[in-house]
C-alpha cells in the first residue's frame, strides 16, 4: 500500500513570497490533516478535512494560511504571504475514519525554510 | 488544552537498557497513542491505548494509562540503536489529536 506522498520536500523562499504544499493521502482514507511542526516541537494541527469538507480550521492563520481538497482526494496548503516563523516542516496525515478513534498515517513532510 | 506534556525531554541510555518516557494531560480523552518521529522514517504511529483499557503491549513496547492521575507511559525494552528518535504522545478527543512536545530518545552503542 501506497503511503502519504508529499511534494516538495524541501522549499526555501523569502519572506512576503507566497507557496504552496501538495499532499495525495492514502487510497480510501477520507480524512486529511494538516500538520505545522516548529523544530523542537510536536506538531500542530493546521486543518482537517472529511472528504472535501473542513472539519476543524481553528488553527489555521486564515490571513495568510489556506488549504483545499477540491475533489476529496488530494490536497493543496499554501502560504501567502510567508513570514520568518512559517519556517516549519508542514506534515499530511490520513486516516480511514473520522475523528481520533483511529492511528493517523503521516507523509515524509516538506521542510520550509524562510529567509 | 488537553496537550500532553511529556517527560523527560531529552533521555541517553545504553543499548540493551530499558527506556521509560511518561506523558501528562490535562482533560478527558477518547484514547491515547504514542508515535516515533526520527529522520529516517518521518512520524510513525507505535501504539493506541483506549481510555478504557489501562495497560497495552506491542512487541518490545509497553504502554499503560492511568486515567484518574491523567497520565501514560511508555516503555521499551531490551532498547537497539534504531530507537533513537523522538518519541511524542497525543491525546485525542472527538475529533482532534494533540501532540505533546516529544522525548528526544538517544541509545549509545
Known amino acids: 500500500e501506497a503511503g502519504v506522498a508529499q511534494s516538495p520536500r524541501y522549499k526555501i523562499i523569502e519572506k512576503r513570497q507566497s507557496v504552496a504544499f501538495w499532499c495525495n493521502p492514502i487510497?480510501?482514507?477520507?480524512?486529511l490533516y494538516w500538520y505545522q511542526q516548529i523544530l523542537g516541537q510536536g506538531p500542530k494541527l493546521l486543518i482537517q478535512?472529511?472528504?472535501?469538507?473542513?472539519?476543524?480550521d481553528s488553527q489555521l492563520p486564515k490571513d495568510r494560511f489556506s488549504a483545499e481538497r477540491l475533489k476529496g482526494v488530494d490536497s493543496t496548503l499554501k502560504i501567502q504571504p510567508a513570514k520568518l516563523e512559517d519556517s516549519a516542516v508542514y506534515l499530511c496525515?490520513?486516516?480511514?475514519?473520522?475523528?481520533?478513534?483511529?492511528?493517523?498515517?503521516f507523509g515524509p513532510g516538506t521542510r520550509l525554510t524562510v529567509l | 488544552s488537553q496537550q500532553g506534556e511529556e517527560d523527560p525531554q531529552a533521555l541517553s541510555i545504553q543499548e540493551g537498557e530499558n527506556a521509560t518516557m511518561n506523558c501528562s494531560y490535562k482533560t478527558s480523552i477518547n484514547n491515547l497513542q504514542w508515535y516515533r518521529q526520527n529522520s529516517g522514517r518521518g512520524l510513525v504511529h507505535l501504539i493506541l491505548?483506549?481510555?478504557?483499557?489501562r495497560e497495552k503491549h506491542s512487541g518490545r513496547l509497553r504502554v499503560t494509562l492511568d486515567t484518574s492521575k491523567k497520565s501514560s507511559s511508555l516503555l521499551i525494552t531490551a532498547s537497539r540503536a534504531a530507537d533513537t528518535a523522538s518519541y511524542f504522545c497525543a491525546t485525542a478527543g472527538a475529533q482532534k489529536l494533540v501532540f505533546g512536545q516529544g522525548t528526544r530518545l538517544t541509545i549509545n552503542p
Open positions: 496525515a490520513s486516516s480511514s475514519v473520522t475523528g481520533t478513534y483511529n492511528e493517523q498515517f
Open positions: 487510497s480510501g482514507h477520507a480524512t
Open positions: 491505548i483506549r481510555s478504557n483499557e
Open positions: 478535512f472529511q472528504n472535501n469538507g473542513v472539519v476543524d
